[in-house]
Antibody, heavy 121, light 107 residues
Framework: EVQLVESGGVEVQPGGSLRLSCAASGFTFGDYAMHWVRQAPGKGLEWVSLIAWNGGSTYYADSVKGRFTISRDNSKNSLYLQLNSLRAEDTAYYYC??????????????WGQGTLVTVSS | EIVMTQSPATLSVSPGERATLSCRASETASSNLAWFQQKPGQAPRLLIYSASIRATGVPARFSGSGFGTEFTLTISSLQSEDFAVYYCQQYNNWPPYTFGQGTRLEI
């Protein structure tokens, strides 16, 4: 059974930093592209970032480019998102999601339960 | 960036009825289109990918169709557990991957 479990969400002040983690199990983690997607409370879904199966390529939404960094450790079956220079508008549930394949042209097949990041003074 | 527009924003239907949800892309998404279901307090769940292929475990009452810029999700006979918010998403031209704003299916 595929499982994705996010952690690391906390309340942080504007300008602060934190690191989110996603622990994967039930599949060969290193074979798949992985994503972060966020959802502000009561709002729609916004894609945040993609990392290729081998970590060799990364992509970001314009809204987070230069502030967020995606990474992975295939030996630990783990995905990460480093969030810097946080703003109030970054407040959201952050989900990790597994691509159906190792290609970027594939649907988001499985999602974690999400972790809440709150940016507030 | 491809803009995805869903209609209607809210759809009121009764159990046992048929529901038809629409999604339009501002430029071609080819068949690289997915549909997700999200219930309150839960993560999104993949229902349909490649515009018309049901994901693992998705009941046959869910079907997807379309190509290019016009897509439809049909639920043939609504069950009580189907009342949720539905999102379409394109993965043809990225980054960014883009979602529609959602259709709320309510009784």
């Amino acid at each position: 059974e595929v499982q994705l479990v996010e952690s690391g969400g906390v309340e942080v002040q504007p300008g602060g930093s934190l690191r989110l983690s996603c622990a994967a199990s039930g599949f060969t983690f290193g074979d798949y592209a992985m994503h972060w997607v966020r959802q502000a409370p009561g709002k729609g879904l916004e894609w945040v970032s993609l990392i290729a199966w081998n970590g060799g390529s990364t992509y970001y939404a314009d809204s987070v480019k230069g502030r967020f960094t995606i990474s992975r450790d295939n030996s630990k079956n783990s995905l990460y998102l480093q969030l810097n220079s946080l703003r109030a508008e970054d407040t959201a549930y952050y989900y990790c999601a597994k691509g159906r394949t190792n290609s970027g042209w594939s649907a988001f097949e499985y999602w974690g339960q999400g972790t809440l990041v709150t940016v507030s003074s | 960036e491809i803009v995805m527009t869903q209609s209607p924003a809210t759809l009121s239907v009764s159990p046992g009825e048929r529901a038809t949800l629409s999604c339009r892309a501002s430029e071609t998404a080819s068949s690289n289109l997915a549909w997700f279901q999200q219930k309150p307090g839960q993560a999104p769940r993949l229902l349909i990918y490649s515009a018309s292929i049901r994901a693992t475990g998705v009941p046959a009452r869910f079907s997807g169709s379309g190509f290019g810029t016009e897509f439809t999700l049909t639920i043939s006979s609504l069950q009580s557990e189907d009342f949720a918010v539905y999102y379409c998403q394109q993965y043809n031209n990225w980054p960014p991957y883009t979602f529609g704003q959602g259709t709320r299916l309510e009784i």
